[in-house]
């Protein structure tokens, strides 16, 4: 976080090697008694930032989110083919065996701050410090069991290697990860003076989460939607969604009102200005080129670029599709921040006409309003798919680009941003509110707290006809919604599954995985003819763990 300082090496808790006995491991490379050292005030308050601080690692690479679902697709270059595709997706897939090591980096780290909460003597902050812990080793098993389902509980600290773990049920792992995030919530503070530590508004929308998705399992209990929507209430506390969309993602606002959990980056704490930085900015696009550093433009990959169906989701009257791409490339890119009150004065280079104006008729009359600035333009304009990315399409800048995550500050390079990436914020707890009366048959609730979302979304003057009734609440509108309002934020594969939809949409929308079922090859079947719904658990991790630990199904 920027306010408390990130220790850019996690004081020698975060090991290497990717198995259970590697990661559990300590190998303390500072020379240092950490037994003595974070007894001290000085010593406990590092450890909890480097806590703070493993969560950029869980979130270092974007696959486990967002691959392999209805929204992001292969552009130019190849996606880890597995992890988007599921035909090959192995229990050893390096994007899978990297998630689930930092994820339990991340939980040692946690544990080893939580066994040494009552040995410091920093005592005026040690309840709420032990409630960030808590609540950051309950979100990591969250993040497990939505992708892994059942996974071993380790909560001790430990200084030796240890071989043999049980796996708890999924339904274990649930109740652990409420029980830790319920006491959490009567130990952090209302407020913060410093941005990005943990407070009760970011308890209650993770667990308005953790509820609604419980909700959908067969051990999920009554009320778990109501206790979601219970807690998505009280996490919106009465608060509007007052900030212009675009404004909310605007490069330097990202202390705003509406963020209620973030990881956090710095220039300060970066290794170097071209590496350890936020990797978000990077995807959900073409590539433009390689002179970026130069020509003012931002480093893509050309994967995760957005569907057809992404881009279907909006109307002309719903500001989110502006806000969430960049329609107008200016000569430089980074014009459309850096000289923002002189866009009107700028020769703009790529124009994607979207749907409601590609037209031969619209896209003449878009450069006859300004064709000093206009008629040069390469237009782009959409025509049934053809914005969608291909790796047969070899042109740079061919499809629009997410600019959401968008870093004019950081150097060109895939992991240079220093931007805060949104975990989780306000337009989505509105969301899970409305998921979750759904779920209880409220429809007139659900649809209120959507028109909240929809209301903020909507152009000058369309307000009225971007709201929504009671009927028209399905899983279906739900998804589409999410789809709108989180282009490229880290949940969509989470929402697919929690759902039940995962394998229906992907099949419908993403060509990626479409081709494989249109030459007859189901790519979510796996051994003994289970579907693959669950990512792998890691043969290291099995291979290295003495005690019983099955695979999940269909691998």
Same mark, same amino acid.
Not at 110 to 117: E, Q, V
Not at 408 to 413: E, V
């Given at each position: 976080?920027?306010?408390?300082?990130?220790?850019?090496?996690?004081?020698?808790?975060?090991?290497?090697?990717?198995?259970?006995?590697?990661?559990?491991?300590?190998?303390?490379?500072?020379?240092?008694?950490?037994?003595?050292? $974070?007894?001290?005030?000085?010593?406990?308050?590092?450890?909890?930032?480097?806590?703070?601080?493993?969560?950029?690692?869980?979130?270092?690479?974007?696959?486990?989110?967002?691959?392999?679902?209805?929204?992001?697709?292969?552009?130019?270059?190849?996606?880890?083919?597995?992890?988007?595709?599921?035909?090959?997706?192995?229990?050893?897939?390096?994007?899978?065996?990297?998630?689930?090591?930092?994820?339990?980096?991340?939980?040692?780290?946690?544990?080893?701050?939580?066994?040494?909460?009552?040995?410091?003597?920093?005592?005026?902050?040690?309840?709420?410090?032990?409630?960030?812990?808590?609540?950051?080793?309950?979100?990591?098993?969250?993040?497990?069991?939505?992708?892994?389902?059942?996974?071993? #509980?380790?909560?001790?600290?430990?200084?030796?290697?240890?071989?043999?773990?049980?796996?708890?049920?999924?339904?274990?792992?649930?109740?652990?990860?409420?029980?830790?995030?319920?006491?959490?919530?009567?130990?952090?503070?209302?407020?913060?003076?410093?941005?990005?530590?943990?407070?009760?508004?970011?308890?209650?929308?993770?667990? /308005?989460? !953790?509820?609604?998705?419980?909700?959908?399992?067969?051990?999920?209990?009554?009320?778990?939607?109501?206790?979601?929507?219970?807690?998505?209430?009280?996490? +919106?506390?009465?608060?509007?969604?007052?900030?212009?969309?675009?404004?909310?993602?605007?490069?330097?606002?990202?202390?705003?009102?509406?963020?209620?959990?973030?990881?956090?980056?710095?220039?300060?704490?970066?290794?170097?200005?071209?590496?350890?930085?936020?990797?978000?900015?990077? $995807?959900?696009?073409?590539?433009?080129?390689?002179?970026?550093?130069?020509?003012?433009?931002?480093?893509?990959? $050309?994967? #995760?670029?957005?569907?057809?169906?992404?881009?279907?989701?909006?109307?002309?009257?719903?500001?989110?599709?502006?806000?969430?791409?960049?329609?107008?490339?200016?000569?430089?890119? $980074?014009?459309?921040?850096?000289?923002?009150?002189?866009?009107?004065?700028?020769?703009?280079?790529?124009?994607?006409?979207?749907?409601?104006?590609?037209?031969?008729?619209?896209?003449? /009359?878009?450069?006859?309003?300004?064709?000093?600035?206009?008629?040069?333009?390469?237009?782009?304009?959409?025509?049934?798919?053809?914005?969608?990315?291909?790796?047969?399409?070899?042109?740079?800048?061919?499809?629009?680009?997410?600019?959401?995550?968008?870093?004019?500050?950081?150097?060109?390079?895939?992991?240079?941003?220093?931007?805060?990436?949104?975990?989780?914020?306000?337009?989505?707890?509105?969301?899970?509110?409305?998921?979750?009366?759904?779920?209880?048959?409220?429809?007139?609730? /659900?649809?209120?707290?959507?028109?909240?979302?929809?209301?903020?979304?909507?152009?000058?003057?369309?307000?009225?006809?971007?709201?929504?009734?009671?009927?028209?609440?399905? +899983?279906?509108?739900?998804?589409?919604?999410?789809?709108?309002?989180?282009?490229?934020?880290?949940?969509?594969?989470?929402?697919?599954?929690?759902?039940?939809?995962?394998?229906?949409? /992907?099949?419908?929308?993403?060509?990626? +995985?479409?081709?494989?079922?249109?030459?007859? @090859?189901?790519?979510? !079947?796996?051994?003994?003819?289970?579907?693959?719904?669950?990512?792998? @658990?890691?043969?290291?991790?099995?291979?290295?763990?003495?005690?019983?630990?099955?695979?999940?199904?269909?691998?």
């Amino acid at each position: 976080m920027k306010s408390i300082k990130m220790a850019a090496l996690l004081l020698g808790l975060l090991f290497t090697g990717s198995g259970c006995n590697d990661f559990l491991k300590e190998d303390n490379k500072s020379n240092m008694v950490s037994d003595e050292y $974070y007894a001290t005030s000085e010593g406990y308050e590092k450890l909890i930032n480097a806590a703070y601080s493993s969560m950029r690692t869980v979130y270092a690479a974007p696959w486990v989110f967002c691959a392999g679902t209805d929204m992001y697709v292969e552009g130019r270059s190849q996606q880890p083919v597995g992890i988007s595709e599921y035909q090959n997706l192995i229990a050893d897939d390096n994007e899978v065996l990297s998630f689930y090591t930092n994820v339990y980096k991340s939980i040692q780290v946690t544990n080893t701050a939580l066994y040494f909460n009552d040995k410091t003597a920093n005592a005026s902050t040690l309840s709420n410090r032990k409630g960030e812990m808590q609540f950051l080793r309950a979100f990591d098993y969250f993040l497990m069991v939505q992708t892994f389902g059942g996974v071993a #509980l380790v909560t001790d600290r430990f200084t030796a290697p240890v071989e043999t773990f049980r796996r708890n049920s999924a339904q274990e792992v649930y109740d652990f990860i409420i029980k830790e995030m319920t006491e959490a919530l009567e130990l952090v503070p209302a407020t913060t003076p410093n941005f990005g530590r943990i407070t009760k508004r970011a308890v209650q929308h993770m667990l /308005a989460k !953790v509820y609604l998705t419980r909700g959908y399992e067969t051990f999920g209990t009554a009320d778990d939607f109501q206790k979601a929507a219970t807690f998505a209430d009280a996490a +919106i506390a009465g608060q509007g969604l007052t900030i212009p969309f675009e404004d909310v993602f605007f490069p330097g606002n990202e202390r705003n009102a509406e963020i209620l959990f973030s990881i956090q980056w710095d220039p300060s704490s970066l290794p170097t200005a071209n590496s350890g930085g936020n990797t978000q900015a990077a $995807y959900f696009g073409p590539y433009f080129g390689g002179q970026g550093g130069v020509e003012g433009y931002p480093y893509r990959t $050309y994967t #995760l670029c957005p569907t057809m169906y992404t881009f279907d989701l909006f109307t002309e009257t719903d500001a989110r599709f502006d806000a969430t791409f960049m329609i107008n490339f200016y000569q430089r890119y $980074y014009d459309y921040y850096t000289r923002r009150s002189e866009r009107s004065q700028l020769n703009v280079k790529y124009y994607y006409a979207p749907k409601w104006a590609s037209s031969p008729a619209a896209i003449a /009359a878009w450069k006859a309003a300004d064709p000093t600035r206009r008629n040069n333009a390469v237009v782009y304009p959409y025509n049934g798919t053809a914005w969608e990315a291909s790796r047969t399409v070899v042109l740079d800048n061919y499809t629009p680009s997410v600019k959401k995550f968008d870093d004019p500050a950081s150097q060109f390079g895939s992991n240079t941003s220093t931007r805060d990436l949104f975990v989780a914020r306000l337009g989505e707890t509105y969301l899970i509110a409305a998921e979750a009366y759904f779920k209880m048959g409220n429809t007139s609730l /659900a649809a209120e707290r959507i028109n909240v979302v929809r209301k903020r979304a909507a152009k000058s003057g369309a307000e009225t006809s971007m709201q929504i009734r009671p009927t028209d609440v399905t +899983i279906e509108f739900i998804l589409d919604e999410r789809g709108r309002e989180l282009v490229g934020e880290y949940h969509r594969w989470f929402d697919l599954k929690r759902t039940g939809t995962l394998v229906a949409r /992907a099949k419908r929308y993403n060509k990626d +995985i479409s081709k494989w079922v249109n030459n007859g @090859i189901d790519p979510f !079947v796996g051994v003994g003819g289970q579907l693959k719904i669950l990512r792998p @658990i890691p043969n290291r991790a099995l291979d290295l763990n003495q005690g019983e630990f099955a695979q999940n199904p269909g691998y």
